[in-house]
Each structure stands twice: as structure tokens, then as C-alpha cells.
Nanobody, 117 residues
Framework: QVLLVESGGGLVQPGGSLRLSCAAS????????MRWYRQAPGQERELVAT????????TYPDSMQGRFTISRDNAKNTVYLQMNSLKPEDTAVYYC??????????WGQGTQVTVSS
């Protein structure tokens, strides 16, 4: 079955960096677009970054441009999210996501990122 396992979250000071990882299994990873989302307390889940199956195309919402970088290693079935210049408002649970068709998508359990001094 499809399994997504995020890791790398934690507590970081404002201005710091974190690298999140998402290990995928149960599907042909190299053929799928992957996404990172986040959800802060009391807020809706929002898209953070998208990467194409071969890693050649990455997209970000305007609010994420310049600080976050998504990448992938298809040999390791892993997608990454490098986050720099973190701000308190980046505090959230971060999830990776894969979508197969309308109404069929999978999520990991999430990894908590807390940005605080």
C-alpha cells in the first residue's frame, strides 16, 4: 500500500533552517508528482511546493517563493523540503502528498515544525 513517512521537523529559532524528508513506498515514485503541504493550528491545509516526477519542474505559491526549495531523489524514493529563513508563521505540521486521480490521494502522518525563540 501507499506509504509516506515525513521526518526532519523540530524546533528552530527564527531565521533558522530545516530540511524535511518524505520517504515514499508502495507506488512507482519516479512517475509521480509530489507535493508538500502544511497546516497551522486553526487554519486550512495549504500547498507549499510541488515537484514534477523527474524533478525538472518545481512550483511554489507566491508566499513561499525564495525561502523554500523542494527536491527529490528518485533513487531513494524520497522528496525533500529545504526551508530557510524560517519565521514564526511557518509553524505548522508539514505533510507530503501524492495524488493518483481525482478523489484518490495519500498523505503522510506529518512532521511538526515550530519556529520560536
Amino acid at each position: 500500500q501507499v506509504l509516506l513517512v515525513e521526518s526532519g521537523g523540530g524546533l528552530v529559532q527564527p531565521g533558522g533552517s530545516l530540511r524535511l524528508s518524505c520517504a515514499a513506498s508502495g507506488f512507482t515514485f519516479r512517475m509521480k508528482t509530489m507535493r508538500w503541504y502544511r497546516q497551522a493550528p486553526g487554519q486550512e491545509r495549504e500547498l507549499v511546493a510541488t515537484i514534477s516526477s523527474n524533478g525538472g519542474t518545481t512550483t511554489y505559491p507566491d508566499s513561499m517563493q525564495g525561502r523554500f526549495t523542494i527536491s527529490r531523489d528518485n533513487a531513494k524514493n524520497t522528496v525533500y523540503l529545504q526551508m530557510n529563513s524560517l519565521k514564526p508563521e511557518d509553524t505548522a505540521v508539514y505533510y507530503c502528498n501524492v495524488r493518483f486521480r481525482i478523489n484518490e490521494e495519500y498523505w503522510g502522518q506529518g512532521t511538526q515544525v515550530t519556529v520560536s525563540s
